[in-house]
């Protein structure tokens, strides 16, 4: 009896341990060293609009290029907020088998490949309306966008359109960045 209780306590605190891991690297938004869960594509669209609406006049933007990009921004906010919630309520799932002794492994394993396959087209989509949102510039403006980022050191190793994004993150300064703030924005932008 006492190794029962033994073996049933150890478990408990595995599971414990377990669900405080994978909750911490939820919130976290990494699942392991340099594997990203979409949230850098999501900031770095958010951003990207961002810095474009504050800086319409200097990047001359047509009225119907700012209808465009915010009805791109409006579209892409309700997406990201059902799939963040459909991967949401995988996550309690998982969670919540986790807790289970013994653990079901065979209930769970579909269930993170679920969520992991919803993650993935989050991504994807993320990357697609980003193309969407660079075709609506002309080159002239995106080489002035270019230059804003060169100037508020956002994307400094990287190209603008087309090229790998080595940056140091969306730091800077007010005045720099144009965003009105100088922590990391991980919010949708106000239209």
């Not at 006492?2 to 690297?25: E, H, P, Q, Y």
């Not at 993320?126 to 002309?138: A, G, W």
């Amino acid at each position: 009896m006492n190794k029962r209780v033994l073996i049933v306590l150890v478990l408990t605190a595995m599971m414990f341990f377990i669900g405080t891991c994978v909750t911490l690297a939820q919130k976290s938004g990494r699942y392991g060293p340099g594997v990203s869960t979409g949230q850098d594509l999501e900031h770095r669209f958010f951003s990207e609009v961002n810095l474009a609406m504050n800086s319409s006049m200097a990047l001359e933007l047509s009225d119907e290029q700012v209808k465009q990009i915010k009805d791109l921004s409006k579209e892409v906010s309700k997406s990201l907020i059902r799939q963040d919630a459909d991967i949401q309520t995988l996550t309690v799932e998982i969670n919540t088998l986790m807790w289970e002794v013994p653990v079901n492994t065979e209930m769970i394993t579909p269930l993170v490949a679920q969520k992991h396959e919803l993650e993935k087209k989050k991504s994807q989509y993320l990357v697609s309306v980003h193309d969407k949102l660079i075709k609506i510039y002309t080159k002239n403006q995106l080489e002035k966008l270019k230059d804003l980022y060169k100037s508020a050191g956002i994307y400094s190793a990287g190209e603008y359109a087309g090229g790998p994004y080595h940056g140091g993150g969306h730091y800077g300064t007010q005045q720099q960045v144009g965003t009105g703030t100088t922590r990391r924005m991980r919010h949708r932008p106000r239209l």
